[in-house]
């Protein structure tokens, strides 16, 4: 067999890149992370004619290789090290057809590092619409490539695109544009001082702060009269070589593109109008966002319930069938349970990760940027807020990365530290439950109770988070550059494929990454309630067995009795008492406390602690919610999730800062420990004082 | 007087005739904002910011501080 | 000889939780310059 092709799809955002890994790739790829950052890393491997492989690399979509984020590095950092072992044997630039002068910016750019470069254009569907045409011969002789006109939405050309990646060595490398002509004196220096390095490359060395550059870097600076240069000069060249690269690409596409406008359609005008109109633009946001509250509850319960029962039944049948012992009861009380409170996320974190691509896909994320920006600014946060904030409903961690493409720190660092604050799909469990055991069932104007609490709940999060941005933006003393650029794309029916993938790889990853932790503390948590130090836990039979010798008591109710006593006397009963006067106050009793303390590693981890606690030493078959329906106030009597003690539950969970996960990313895209500290402390322990105050008042 | 960007009413046209403010992010020349090309005023935010360009087919949406430093001539 | 297997396999897979959430959140933290990479450390998104 012959060696796999290394591919790098490169394009800016909004080229349709994704969907060309896509169709190449199908459900040949994974997800990861590129080492020791948090920046995404597709690949996948694609089929090519005559038998060969080829294994491709969806690069960060970037607008040139000047890059400005963490994101963008990862491209300039793999196209500049020969080194590495996904060194692509051919780059893949994707380009938009009716954005394809801005596109060839970047094409430019990779051909003059002398890597074969196929150039894409993608969405050739809308030529007819726009009324383009394009001499594809003339532009193939003119770029020093080979052409691949696609749409993957028509699913047109990709064995065509197959085909030239197959024959990448045809593929020519001569530069578009010499570096030397940017400014003759200071590229003719550079390369008598490095006679063995490309131009180009030295030049992005230089100019960014890459980390594969350290190196050369050094070199470079060691040579005296490079340093001269200072920074305003370095960004005049800089924009010296991007008039250049758009007067070459000028004068290609002038020959080869010509653009019928009388032909166009032009339906993006019109939807703007209306998307982002003073006043409809925000109503239809409003009802979009409480189309997606409505949906991701009602939708969702149904499978909910059933998965709800399945595994109370899978518990049961387990307990009956197997053997019995400690393994046994491992299974049905740790494991099992442990496990359905994973599964019984996936129907709502996949409508989520639905409505969020969706919006992403079909170009309406950007509208909303655009409205929002200068509220957001008031707050001291950028329009560009607004998609981590949302997308924080799914989860704070790909959120917190979202604020990348923020370019003022200031606002970054506030939309960090806010973003835990909106109410992400981990929280989702603990208020669905808490809700479904305090809030009565019945609808007001069409909308259920419930569904209504719950985005409460969700604007509760968005306005904590607001206001905090606030107060942040009045306390922090930090001066920043105020850039705001964000491009506004054409509307696109989103691709199902795309959509369907994103789901399945972000629900995938979920059950996969959070589903590990949660079942590895619930096994914990399973022994912990099982087995207990000293007399009191050993000999609970015989102790029960005396203490109610006079009463007669049904079989039942002594075992019942007895498995109730042991938890009390096991290690997690015995701890749980031990913080029980710190949480009383707020209406919890040991038990809650548990859950509190156990899901301070992920939130998610409170109904499966307590189911895990419910399920020990229970032999009915009972779902979690009735379990917990029918726990008990040790202390006042009544139901222990009454209306006060639910509310404040529910606050607390709207509040604190309950994520490890989210913390340390906190810590890396922060890059100090100060702001997570911050974040931890200050949020729980509003959260607390929230919580506390709700359940005083409403007892 | 020079006339930039930020002046610029809904719908109207114009030149852009310098960009080397220091002010001026280089992503915004990458994507398109150089001398020469011509720039319309699609949509105006609501509190007239920030900005929706439409730059020589490019869509993008940029505060009306950033405009401000865009010197511009505008079509008659 | 039931009880045996039973208990063993209890000790294992406590073992086994006990191993995964150190090495997670101790053991990844204490290096953290490095991040968690890999399927990382998020679990949610």
């Given at each position: 067999m012959s060696k796999q092709i290394n591919v790098a799809l490169i394009g800016n955002p909004n080229t349709g890149k994704t969907s060309v890994f896509n169709a190449l790739t199908g459900l040949n790829q994974k997800v990861g992370n590129y080492p020791g950052i948090t920046v995404e890393k597709k690949e996948g491997i694609c089929k090519l004619p005559r038998g060969v492989k080829a294994h491709i690399i969806d690069l960060p979509g970037t607008y040139s290789l000047?890059?400005?984020?963490?994101?963008?590095?990862v491209v300039i950092e793999l196209l500049l090290n020969k080194n590495d072992k996904d060194f692509p044997d051919i780059a893949v630039v994707v380009t938009d057809v009716e954005n394809l002068k801005r596109n060839l910016l970047l094409f430019t750019q990779i051909k003059d590092l002398e890597i074969p470069t196929l150039l894409v254009i993608n969405m050739a569907d809308r030529m007819r619409y726009k009324g383009i045409s394009l001499d594809i011969d003339y532009l193939e002789a003119q770029l020093q490539t080979k052409i691949a006109l696609i749409s993957t939405r028509k699913k047109e050309g990709i064995d065509n695109l197959k085909h030239?990646?197959?024959?990448?060595?045809?593929?020519s490398v001569t530069p578009c544009i010499k570096a030397s002509d940017i400014d003759k004196e200071y590229f003719e220096n550079l390369q008598k001082a490095f006679p063995n390095q490309l131009l180009y490359k030295l030049w992005l060395v230089i100019t960014q702060d890459v980390n594969f550059g350290k190196t050369d870097r050094k070199e470079i600076d060691a040579v005296a009269n490079f340093k001269t240069k200072s920074k305003a000069d370095l960004k005049r060249l800089q924009q010296k070589e991007t008039i250049k690269r758009y007067q070459f690409i000028n004068n290609v596409l002038r020959e080869g593109q010509t653009i019928d406008v009388s032909?166009?359609?032009?339906?993006?005008?019109?939807?703007?109008?209306?998307l982002t109109h003073k006043v409809w633009g925000y109503a239809i946001f409003f009802v979009i966002l409480l189309t997606i509250f409505q949906a991701i509850y009602d939708w969702s319960s149904v499978p909910m319930d059933f998965i709800d029962s399945t595994f109370a039944f899978l518990?049961?049948?387990?307990?009956?069938?197997?053997?019995?012992?400690?393994f046994t009861n491992l299974l049905a009380e740790g494991i099992i349970p442990g496990l359905g409170g994973i599964v019984i996320f996936i129907p709502?974190?996949?409508?989520?990760?639905?409505?969020?691509?969706?919006?992403?896909?079909?170009?309406?994320?950007?509208?909303?940027?655009?409205l929002m920006d200068r509220v957001m600014r008031r707050f001291g946060l950028s329009g560009k807020s607004v998609v981590p904030l949302i997308s924080g409903t799914a989860c704070a961690i790909p959120a917190i990365m979202a604020t990348r493409n923020i370019e003022s720190w200031k606002e970054r660092l506030i939309t960090i530290l806010v973003t835990p604050f909106t109410t992400c799909s981990a929280r989702l469990p603990v208020y669905l439950i808490i809700i479904s055991l305090i809030i009565p069932e019945g609808r007001f104007l069409?909308?259920?109770?419930q569904a209504l609490t719950l985005m409460l709940l969700y604007f509760l999060g968005f306005a904590t988070a607001v206001l905090s941005a606030y107060i942040l933006n009045k306390v922090l003393k930090i001066k920043s550059k105020t850039f705001f650029v964000v491009e506004m794309p054409n509307y696109k029916l989103p691709m199902f494929k795309n959509v369907a993938l994103t789901v399945l790889e972000k629900t995938k990853s979920f059950v996969f990454g959070a589903g590990k932790i949660i079942l590895a503390i619930s096994i914990i948590l399973w022994f912990l309630a099982s087995y207990g130090p000293g007399d009191d836990f050993n000999n609970a039979e015989s102790i029960i067995k005396t203490e109610y010798a006079a009463q007669q008591l049904s079989e039942d109710e002594i075992s019942q009795h007895i498995s109730s006593y042991k938890l009390e006397h096991s290690y997690i009963g015995i701890t749980g008492h031990a913080i029980e006067p710190i949480i009383r106050p707020l209406g919890y009793d040991w038990k809650i406390g548990i859950a509190i303390v156990s899901s301070f590693a992920a939130r998610e981890v409170f109904v499966g602690t307590l189911a895990t606690i419910y399920s020990v030493g229970n032999d009915d078959e009972a779902t979690i919610k009735n379990r917990m329906a029918a726990e008990v106030n040790p202390i006042l009597g009544g139901p222990l999730f009454n209306f006060a003690s639910g509310i404040s539950l529910l606050l607390f969970y709207a509040f604190a800062m309950q994520c490890m996960s989210t913390l340390a990313v906190v810590k890396r895209e922060t890059n100090s420990w100060k702001w997570p500290t911050l974040q931890l402390f200050i949020m729980s322990g509003f959260a607390y004082v929230v919580a506390l105050i709700a359940y005083q008042f409403l007892k | 007087m020079q006339n930039t960007l930020a002046e610029l009413k809904r719908g109207e046209r114009a030149t852009i005739v310098d960009v080397s403010s220091i002010h001026i992010p280089l992503k915004l020349l990458e994507m398109g904002c150089l001398p020469g090309n011509l720039v319309e005023l699609v949509q105006l935010a609501p509190f007239q910011d920030p900005m929706y360009l439409n730059i020589n087919g490019t869509h993008l949406a940029i505060r009306k501080e950033t405009a401000s430093h865009i010197i511009i001539e505008?079509?008659? | 000889m039931n009880t045996i297997i039973q208990n063993i396999l209890v000790f294992a897979a406590i073992v086994g939780a006990l191993a995964f959430l150190l090495r997670k959140f101790i053991w990844k933290?204490?290096?953290?310059?490095?991040a968690c990479g890999g399927d990382d450390g998020c679990g949610c998104h």
């Open positions: 000047n890059a400005s984020s963490l994101d963008e590095n030239l990646i197959a024959n990448y060595k045809e593929v032909q166009a359609k032009d339906l993006r005008s019109k939807l703007d109008r209306i518990s049961e049948w387990t307990k009956n069938q197997l053997p019995q012992g400690a709502q974190i996949a409508f989520l990760f639905l409505f969020i691509s969706v919006l992403e896909e079909s170009g309406y994320m950007s509208r909303v940027v655009f069409g909308l259920g109770y | 505008k079509e008659l | 933290k204490s290096k953290s310059k490095k």
